[in-house]
């Protein structure tokens, strides 16, 4: 029997339980997964007449509690707050995509370009994105979101304003460390061009942290949305989105109506919780410092 194979049995026998922090990930992930399949399967749950229409108002259910009809209950305008609850899933996940996909896009070339050249280059985007990232995330996609108006793209953009310096500095600082490594000098001395060195040597070895950056950006995004919303300057008035909910719920709080606010707040929350966790979970699993022993090995 190959030494392999005598090995095989020793990796795969494990006991005793999963750590917490793989508990903690696993439960994070699988909310993640839940509201994905939720933003996907509404429009399909609305056309087998499960759901009502998020943009239609009901004429005669106005204020209407909790019931087997209405599962979230009505607000003051109409609306059926389970549809729009399900449907500010998909309005959150389509915004947060793509200011994570924005700030991923251009943060992380930057980082590259920046962190090999090395130079004035350096020094000039180095001073414009620390002077970026030290400002309120908030504030800036609050005055970016005054320039570009409302709608997803739009929304996407403001709020990856303060991304992109986040992948900016991870990349940038990884490949001032690697660019000294002797693979990278091997491939200098053999006469490979600057691209080449940049996509081949350096970019596999220095985003290993862009997935966490990337959860953790995501559950951020979905707080900045909300706060976008809640101030009127996130997607259209007629678009759900959990934000632009609460803002409408807040005025009927004083008169009892508690339900108009508890559940698209109650969305916003587990979906930030559930990408959290999973982002924290990825961060010790790619960093071997943050790691540790999820499972108990048996001796030999």
């Given at each position: ?177 690697v660019k000294t490594e002797l693979f990278v000098e091997a491939a200098q001395a053999m006469g490979a061009s600057t691209g080449r060195i940049l ?102």
């Amino acid at each position: 029997m190959s030494v392999a194979k005598r090995q095989l049995p020793r990796l795969i026998r494990f006991s005793g339980r999963p750590s917490l922090s793989l508990q903690l990930t696993a439960i994070g992930l699988a909310i993640t997964l839940i509201f994905l399949g939720i933003a996907l399967l509404a429009p399909v749950f609305q056309a087998w007449g499960w759901i009502q229409n998020p943009t239609e108002s009901l004429i005669n259910p106005i204020h209407d509690p909790p019931s087997l009809k209405y599962l979230f209950g009505t607000t003051r305008q109409g609306y059926d707050v389970f549809s729009r609850t399900l449907y500010g899933t998909q309005a959150a996940l389509q915004v947060v995509v793509l200011a994570t996909a924005f700030g991923l896009i251009i943060g992380v070339p930057l980082g590259l370009v920046s962190g090999y050249l090395g130079g004035k280059l350096d020094r000039i985007l180095l001073f414009f994105m620390d002077t970026i990232y030290t400002l309120p995330g908030l504030l800036l996609s609050v005055t970016l979101a005054f320039v570009v108006g409302r709608g997803i793209l739009n929304a996407a953009i403001a709020i990856s304003i303060a991304y992109i310096p986040q992948y900016y500095r991870v990349v940038r600082n990884h490949t001032v460390s690697v660019k000294t490594e002797l693979f990278v000098e091997a491939a200098q001395a053999m006469g490979a061009s600057t691209g080449r060195i940049l996509t081949r040597y350096l970019f596999f070895n220095v985003v290993q942290s862009v997935p966490v950056l990337f959860t953790l950006n995501a559950a951020d995004a979905i707080l900045t949305l909300g706060g976008l919303g809640f101030l009127g300057l996130g997607l259209p008035e007629e678009t759900p989105e959990w934000g632009h909910d609460l803002r409408l719920a807040l005025e009927a709080l004083p008169t009892g109506v508690w339900w108009t606010a508890l559940f698209p707040g109650l969305g916003m929350t587990l979906m930030v919780v559930g990408l959290s966790l999973l982002g924290e979970g990825l961060n010790e699993f790619i960093n071997p410092r943050l790691r540790k022993d999820s499972w108990s090995q048996t001796p030999p």
